[in-house]
């Protein structure tokens, strides 16, 4: 999870000045502070302080910068996260360190305000649960890493740095017996066909925290390489919706998703899709005097071609590597010896 953190006086520009600073210096073998730093932030580990370096460029000597847009930043560099894991003393490294300032998202605000989705810190399933219902405030040991953030942030010239008062809690949970509980799988063959989906969307199957002991789990059943690429899928409303619970509909991160499908299906965009059919099923549920749970799918999207207002639909399966990640999904919810999912 996520302690988002809001910088002032820090403009784009200025950015642009500092992330090409430490690229000079990163890629400069010559520069033995520098190098020392990048060392540092690898852990001691060479062949690591080398990959990391290597992400910082394109080709030999081109820097990968951040990618400027209206009204956000994507860093697609490690730059500044090197320099802050060595100003720490920490390995950029979230299972070592179990704090990584990551590759930054940016929204940017007026007067330039930089709002930061970078600073990541290990949980486990207790204490995310525990985090969730305790108001999703950061705990003190994450303020007090957060608090070495907006020192070295102040000390590269912002004016302020401030913390947002809740954490971004990626995933801590999901809704059990959905009406159509969706999968990565489900995700990388496309979703729903173009004919009866209600909207497109697509995204990484997003583990950047990582899974502790998942590809240890993965190889004992032969599966050698759990990287998959991005799913473009046509998305419908039963996962968000429960059996047991009929008039409810769950719309957010807590779903019903198996397996890798939280990773991509709980961002904000994917959600909003959902949402709009749901609220579109939530007035046919009064119309008809039904439960919103007896809303099917196909029923809103008869809504959106009668409306003239469905979007254009472009999932697309990925043959290739669908049948590779359906069963890996289907080994980690098989039920080890003492009945406990391995999952």
Known sequence: MTVVFETRGLSPARLGQI??????????????EAQGWLLSAAGGDRARAARLRADMGEGSSQPRQFFLGSDYIDVRSPALSVAFHAFRGLPFSLEQAGVLLDKANI???????????????????????ALAMAGARPSTAMLAEAARVQEWFTSLGATAVTLAPELYIRHAGNISRAVSPISGGWMLAGGLAASAGLASFGYHFDIRGGILGLDERAASM??????????????????????????VGVVSPASGFEGYAASAGRIVEHN??????????????????????????????????????????YGAADSTNLARLERFEIALLDRGQDGTALA
């Open 107 to 129: 929204a940017r605000l007026p007067d330039d305000r930089l709002l930061w989705n970078a600073l990541l810190f290990a949980v486990d399933a207790a204490e995310a649960d």
């Open 19 to 32: 992330e090409a600073a430490y690229h000079r210096r990163f890629l400069n073998p010559a520069d033995t």
């Open 272 to 313: 909003v899709g959902v949402g709009v059919g749901l609220g579109i099923a939530a007035v046919l549920a009064v119309e008809s005097g039904r439960d919103l749970g007896g809303i099917r799918t196909a029923e809103v999207r008869q809504v959106l071609d009668v409306s003239r207002i469905t979007p254009r639909l």
């Open 222 to 247: 032969g599966i050698g390489d759990t990287q998959f690429p991005m799913p473009l899928f046509n998305v419908g409303m039963g996962h968000a919706q429960l059996i047991d619970v009929p008039n």
